[in-house]
């Protein structure tokens, strides 16, 4: 089944505990993304990847860290966790070399971080 | 700055009648636009992908519009069923990256019976 698979679902950890969320996909896809969901905020992008060893920023890096060292891993890093970084974060990625916008984007089912 | 606005926040509406939600975005040149349906814990699934060039895009009981000139898209479900309720977001690609997407903050859909 084409999916993109994000561990942990759930985490719940304190400040300053360096964690990692983990995005992988079985599609092949060049293009993935990392979001966040906040109540009256909607998604956000965090970082996003056109393909192996390019990443760029979206419009909230601060504090996240990723890497695209194999096409299908895009893992999503948490050096210091503070609380502002506790929210729903989601994985996606699409194919194609067109923009991203271009290509339906497949999302992965979330992981909801809380950090005390 | 590009944004990209719904409302209402949220709908409540018996089975069976036809809905229309609303997606707003304030620059014209948007490159296409996506709507996505989001279900409690889960991510984020589309539904319908209108490309600039298009005017809609019809899947079963849903079909989304794109108006440029006036910047909205809406998203019409034709007999809704309790199933459909779920949260709704429309996203564009930023106008000055497209790589990037802009979302909604998304309208909260319940369907009773």
């Known amino acids: 089944e084409a999916q993109v698979t994000q561990n942990p679902r759930y985490l719940i950890t304190v400040t300053g505990k360096k964690l990692t969320v983990t995005c992988s996909q079985n599609m092949n896809h060049e293009y993935m993304s990392w979001y966040r969901q906040d109540p009256g905020l909607g998604l956000r992008q965090i970082y996003y990847s056109m393909n192996v060893e390019v990443t760029d920023k979206g419009d909230v890096p601060e504090g996240y860290k990723v890497s695209r060292k194999e096409k299908r891993n895009f893992p999503l890093i948490l050096e210091s966790p503070s609380p502002n970084q506790t929210s729903l974060y989601f994985c996606?990625?699409?194919?194609?070399?067109?923009?991203?916008?271009?290509?339906?984007?497949?999302f992965g089912a979330g992981s909801r971080l809380t950090v005390l | 700055k590009q944004e990209v606005t719904q409302i209402p926040a949220a709908l409540s509406v018996p089975e069976g009648e036809n809905l229309v939600l609303n997606c707003s975005f304030t620059d014209s040149a948007i490159y296409n636009l996506q709507w996505f349906r989001q279900d409690p814990g889960k991510g984020l699934t589309s539904l319908l992908l209108?490309?600039?060039?298009?005017r809609e895009q019809t899947s079963g009981r849903l079909n989304a519009s794109l108006d440029k000139s006036s910047g909205r898209s809406t998203l019409y479900i034709a007999a809704s069923q309790p199933g459909d309720s779920a949260t709704y977001l429309c996203?564009?690609?930023?106008?000055?990256?497209?790589?990037?997407?802009?979302f909604g903050t998304g309208t909260r859909l319940q369907v009773f019976p």
């Open positions: 209108i490309q600039s060039s298009q």
């Open positions: 996203a564009a690609p930023s106008i000055y990256n497209t790589d990037k997407l802009i």
């Open positions: 996606a990625s699409s194919s194609g070399t067109a923009p991203p916008g271009a290509n339906v984007l497949t």
